[in-house]
């Protein structure tokens, strides 16, 4: 009888992307008994957008190794999702309303460390690229990438690599020789999970009783946490706190000005 020798950690191969292709995204099958669902790549889908959302569910339903499992239309709903379906990668939009991309990735890191995450932006925002830089980010694409872009940062994340847009990386290289180390500039202000969902919602014009009921703490909780804010960033106004929310990409300027006031 012939023996076969069984690898000791049997891995999914991903294949190299093939521009132009009708399907980019080729799991090689493993020597394993599992069912063929279980070679399939989960994914999340999070934007604020439902014809964005619409649009990435059809692209990636067209892909036989991948399975859409969920959706998700702010950050904190990501959270959720990530913790309660545990996806292989999570597609998620930066600028989103309630909870911005960014703060998600960085929840779901700490609650769901498995799951890999593809950030979406419409703009290569030079704050959003330094919290990348910073975060230590899967992957960051331009909402105007090519399908089969997007397919191959899936592809690279699963295999345990970081991808970015081509313009991205550009800019990221830019942005590292434009800021040697030790140039004495001053720190970034270091804020809490709570304290940045906090910020998010007074630039987006919620009060504090609408905060409160929000994220399910009391008004002086959320009293204590906006003293907080302003004690750190030695800002004491809320119109200046909206500002700094946007020149630090924990609000994008777009969705800010579609929010009432």
Known sequence: MTKIKLSKRPTQKLRPVKPGKPSALRIKPAASSKSPASKQVSIGIVDDHTFIRE?????????????????????????????????????????????????????????????????????????????TMLGDFDAYLLKDSPSNLVLHAIQEVVGGRKFFSPSISHRMRKIGAETPIGNG?????????????????????????????????????VEKHRQNLMDKLHIHETASLTRYAISSGVIDNAVQTLLPL
Do not use: C, H, W
């Open 55 to 131: 649009a990435l569910r059809n692209m990636l339903d067209a892909e036989d190794s991948i399975r859409v499992v969920g959706e998700a239309d702010n950050g904190r709903k990501a959270v959720e999702m990530a913790i309660a379906e545990r996806p292989d990668v999570m597609l998620m939009d930066i600028g989103m309303p309630r909870m911005n991309g960014l703060e998600a990735a960085r929840q779901i890191r700490q609650s769901a460390p498995g799951v890999r995450v593809v950030l979406l932006s419409a703009f290569g925002n030079d704050s959003f690229i330094n919290q």
């Open 185 to 221: 500039s001053r720190p970034a202000v270091k804020l809490t999970s709570r304290e940045i969902e906090v910020l998010q919602l007074i630039a987006e014009g919620y009060a504090n009783k609408q905060i409160a009921g929000d994220l399910g703490i009391s008004i002086k909780t």
